[in-house]
């Protein structure tokens, strides 16, 4: 209701100025209609501008800083590879709603790094195991995460959900994708319910939204490629970047394919070219037709011969040949 009542308005809460234009906007509109209801949505969605303004305290990193650590951050001494192609095919959201509204990514005010997104969630709203595996551990900690649940699961990744208000399943237990496996909650270090998500590969926390197209509610692709490189960077597929990604991936596609064929076209070209050269000489061919850019060295070297033996064959006194002149090669 209150997103409808922004977007209603054109207005993606991305590209909001600022809480106070935004409701300049709203009141001028609603001057006009000045319904009771109305109103009420503005008070409404004030609340949700102002509380989009609101900037998340990260999270102390779990993997490397939480209590225990040792025991959360089993890839410590593991060796990661460069990179890693990783089967997102079958996913689920991992809460109802698509809004986020803290990303990934540096902190400067606090001096550390958002290692997962914030998505809207209210006090009790499920929390759903974002692939099928097993949960490694649920757990408290006051000072960051609050409750918070890490699944490990078959393609790889691990998953981590926090500030949970609620567990619904037990360290080791199997869970499917879309499984209901917490409940979210405003637990820990948080300044309002919301659900912290994060999407880890042994350790290294991906930017969940290089893996999902949260607005959309899907993965951006099938396969998610880990690599070191660039992990951290979100893949942005808003509509005209979706057309222009599909557009620039064809045009890739094309020319790799190009290059490919080419490439093929070049080795069989090779091929049949040692093909019937091989052959030639097997042949021991008789006579050949001098060709436009042929000359005595080549015809000579292409047949086994030196220039002087082809000379005296064909009883030529210069090094001229003529195109279209037929020359013994016997
Ligand atoms: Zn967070």
Redesign the pocket.
Known sequence: MMAMTLFALGISAQNMQSASSFSKKHSDLLAKQSRVKDQIQVKEAQKYAADLYEE?E??PDIYTEGWESNLVNCYKDANVPNTKVLDVRHYVMPIKGNYVT?HYGYRPQFGRT?????LRAAVGDTVYSAFSGRVRLTRFERGGYGFYVIVRHENGLETVY??LSRFLVKPDQYVKAGQPIALSGNTGR?TGP?L??ETRFMGYAINPEAIFDFANRCTHTDSYTFSKANYTKARDYAPSKRYNQAKKSAAEEKETANKKNNNKKEQSTVASTKKSTKESRKDSRSTYQVRAGDNLTKIAQNNGMTVAQLKKLNGLTSDNVVEGKVLRLK
């Open positions: 998340c990260p999270e803290s958002h290692k997962g997104i914030d926090g500030h948080s919301h912290h998500f």
